[in-house]
């Protein structure tokens, strides 16, 4: 069971599947619900999301405060969550997608909340109903031993690693949060995020964002605590728990422009200090050319087990032990990854179906760090992959693909010859001001495809739809841009 459990894991993981180079304490509330950039109002109808049954538009987040003790050897979670939220409507029912764990007790600004869970959902009634736009907190206690969330794309969400199955990884995109904590499980739900995670003496535990405190309890565990300001969609909030070797880099030391911190099994420290080794340099450059790192931190954790692909969580991308060769065989995902923290985490979407801007630009800097380091230019990869396109089925409209086809690899080739074809069409100097001021207009929000066409078309000053549009919703590919 461990070994099949291990193997199914590799397919878990959609994000960046393909490679082409192969040839904080919880903020005020006043203060976080003007910054999340989550107002998103409730719409009369949203069946047009391509996944209604995950996500609840009665509300809004501003910050999930989690506070989890997981035992190891027996894989058992009790969970303590305080969420804090804005009603969009004057309601009794307060909507949570949790899967397989179960509620203890919940309550709703101190009153108790009858509990009703079924079907992924854990719906919370109060006697008295909230009014529209008003702040609450949700107090809930729940437990269980977590596991993935099954799901069109597999199992996904928090699962075990190491030969001793006693660590975790999370790998929640898109649909496996509410594997570990109850949420509002849509893209573009975003909120500050305090993780306390205990843990045997021993292991480690990792999260988003900045490590607060580290903590022995009387019991001879220890309380790892990580406060990350987000703003964060759930599918990119991550735990990982094992036995960790750790490097950390203030920001001056190694020329990052921000503190980087990796973590990684002992056993594979050589490997893994090589591969990546460069990430300073990809942070300064994707900064030269995306705008300024969108975040406080940033590292990459590398788990025992093999995966499918590696995952962008947000300030804390995950990989592989199959992902660190020691010779930098991976080194286009260590770019990828990266690059989804400005587009795809910090630029969010407002539903799945945009998905092209998360993948077409993180497959797109692959080919920048490429011809950053002079291997091959832009040009001639964007070349290769429309090749590869032309000899495939064409049936595939990357701006709206259909629900069981977001993680098809041609959103990720099609979705850079996209951008390539808007390069040559601008010139370097007018496309890498589109992308810059594109992060720059929707940092730490949400957007989506018809927003970033009309973005285009105001910095440039020039009428785009007839070029971009073929590439995004014709399903013929169109000819390759001179
Ligand atoms: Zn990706």
Same mark, same amino acid.
């Given at each position: 069971?461990?070994?099949?459990?291990?193997?199914?894991?590799?397919?878990?993981?959609?994000?960046?599947?393909?490679?082409?180079?192969?040839?904080?304490?919880?903020?005020?509330?006043?203060?976080?619900?003007?910054?999340?950039?989550?107002?998103?109002?409730?719409?009369?109808?949203?069946?047009?999301?391509?996944?209604?049954?995950?996500?609840?538009?009665?509300?809004?987040?501003?910050?999930?405060?989690?506070?989890?003790?997981?035992?190891?050897?027996?894989?058992?979670?009790?969970?303590?969550?305080?969420?804090?939220?804005?009603?969009?409507?004057?309601?009794?029912?307060?909507?949570?997608?949790?899967?397989?764990?179960?509620?203890?007790?919940?309550?709703?600004?101190?009153?108790?909340?009858?509990?009703?869970?079924?079907?992924?959902?854990?719906?919370?009634?109060?006697?008295?109903?909230?009014?529209?736009?008003?702040?609450? @907190?949700?107090?809930?206690?729940?437990? #269980? %031993? !977590?596991? =993935?969330? $099954?799901?069109?794309?597999? &199992?996904?969400?928090? +699962? /075990?690693?190491?030969?001793?199955?006693?660590?975790?990884?999370?790998?929640?995109?898109?649909?496996?949060?509410?594997?570990?904590?109850?949420?509002?499980?849509?893209?573009?739900?975003?909120?500050?995020?305090?993780?306390?995670?205990?843990?045997?003496?021993?292991?480690?535990?990792?999260?988003?964002?900045?490590?607060?405190?580290?903590?022995?309890?009387?019991?001879?565990?220890?309380?790892?605590?990580?406060?990350?300001?987000?703003?964060?969609?759930?599918?990119?909030?991550?735990?990982?728990?094992?036995?960790?070797?750790?490097? @950390?880099?203030?920001?001056?030391?190694? #020329? %990052? !422009?921000? =503190?980087? $911190?990796?973590?990684?099994? &002992?056993?594979?420290? +050589? /490997?893994?200090?090589?591969?990546?080794?460069?990430?300073?340099?990809?942070?300064?450059?994707?900064?030269?050319?995306?705008?300024?790192?969108?975040?406080?931190?940033?590292?990459?954790?590398?788990?025992?087990?093999?995966?499918?692909?590696?995952?962008?969580?947000?300030?804390?991308?995950?990989?592989?032990?199959?992902?660190?060769?020691?010779?930098?065989?991976?080194?286009?995902?260590?770019?990828?990854?990266?690059?989804?923290?400005?587009?795809?985490?910090?630029?969010?979407?407002?539903?799945?179906?945009?998905?092209?801007?998360?993948?077409?630009?993180?497959?797109?800097?692959?080919?920048?760090?490429?011809?950053?380091?002079?291997?091959?230019?832009?040009?001639?990869?964007?070349?290769?992959?429309?090749?590869?396109?032309?000899?495939?089925?064409?049936?595939?409209?990357?701006?709206?693909?259909?629900?069981?086809?977001?993680?098809?690899?041609?959103?990720?080739?099609?979705?850079?010859?996209?951008?390539?074809?808007?390069?040559?069409?601008?010139?370097?100097?007018?496309?890498?001001?589109?992308?810059?001021?594109?992060?720059?207009?929707?940092?730490?929000?949400?957007?989506?495809?018809?927003?970033?066409?009309?973005?285009?078309?105001?910095?440039?000053?020039?009428?785009?739809?007839?070029?971009?549009?073929?590439?995004?919703?014709?399903?013929?590919?169109?000819?390759?841009?001179?």
């Amino acid at each position: 069971m461990r070994n099949g459990g291990r193997a199914s894991l590799r397919d878990r993981f959609p994000c960046s599947r393909r490679a082409l180079l192969t040839a904080a304490a919880a903020l005020p509330l006043t203060a976080t619900a003007a910054s999340t950039g989550g107002r998103t109002a409730a719409p009369e109808d949203d069946t047009a999301r391509y996944f209604p049954r995950h996500g609840s538009y009665g509300h809004r987040t501003v910050a999930y405060d989690l506070r989890l003790s997981y035992d190891p050897d027996t894989a058992w979670l009790d969970g303590h969550a305080t969420i804090h939220a804005v009603t969009n409507r004057c309601t009794r029912r307060v909507e949570l997608d949790l899967a397989r764990l179960t509620v203890q007790s919940a309550e709703i600004d101190g009153a108790p909340a009858a509990v009703r869970q079924r079907d992924g959902k854990a719906v919370l009634t109060v006697e008295r109903a909230l009014a529209e736009e008003q702040p609450f @907190t949700v107090d809930i206690r729940y437990s #269980g %031993s !977590p596991r =993935p969330v $099954r799901t069109p794309f597999g &199992a996904i969400g928090w +699962d /075990r690693t190491g030969d001793d199955y006693d660590g975790t990884v999370v790998a929640s995109q898109p649909l496996g949060a509410p594997s570990w904590f109850p949420c509002n499980d849509r893209p573009d739900d975003k909120a500050a995020y305090t993780v306390t995670v205990v843990v045997p003496d021993g292991h480690h535990a990792l999260a988003n964002g900045t490590l607060h405190e580290r903590r022995a309890l009387d019991d001879g565990s220890v309380a790892w605590t990580y406060h990350h300001p987000g703003p964060m969609a759930s599918y990119l909030a991550a735990v990982y728990t094992g036995r960790f070797a750790h490097e @950390t880099h203030h920001a001056d030391d190694n #020329g %990052s !422009p921000v =503190p980087l $911190r990796n973590a990684y099994p &002992a056993h594979l420290a +050589d /490997r893994a200090r090589h591969d990546l080794a460069r990430q300073p340099e990809m942070l300064r450059h994707f900064a030269a050319l995306f705008g300024p790192y969108p975040f406080e931190t940033y590292g990459a954790v590398v788990v025992d087990a093999e995966l499918a692909a590696p995952v962008e969580n947000q300030t804390l991308s995950v990989f592989g032990r199959n992902h660190m060769d020691g010779r930098r065989g991976s080194e286009t995902l260590v770019a990828h990854e990266l690059a989804h923290q400005w587009y795809g985490n910090s630029v969010g979407l407002t539903d799945w179906q945009h998905i092209w801007l998360n993948e077409g630009f993180a497959t797109y800097a692959e080919w920048l760090w490429s011809e950053h380091l002079g291997e091959y230019d832009a040009h001639d990869l964007a070349g290769q992959a429309w090749r590869e396109l032309s000899r495939k089925r064409q049936n595939l409209r990357i701006g709206d693909p259909g629900r069981s086809r977001i993680f098809d690899d041609r959103i990720y080739v099609r979705g850079a010859c996209t951008l390539h074809a808007l390069r040559l069409a601008l010139g370097d100097e007018h496309f890498f001001t589109v992308l810059r001021t594109w992060h720059d207009a929707h940092r730490g929000g949400s957007a989506d495809t018809e927003a970033f066409v009309g973005h285009a078309e105001r910095v440039t000053g020039r009428p785009l739809t007839t070029l971009i549009r073929p590439w995004l919703f014709d399903r013929t590919l169109p000819r390759f841009p001179v």
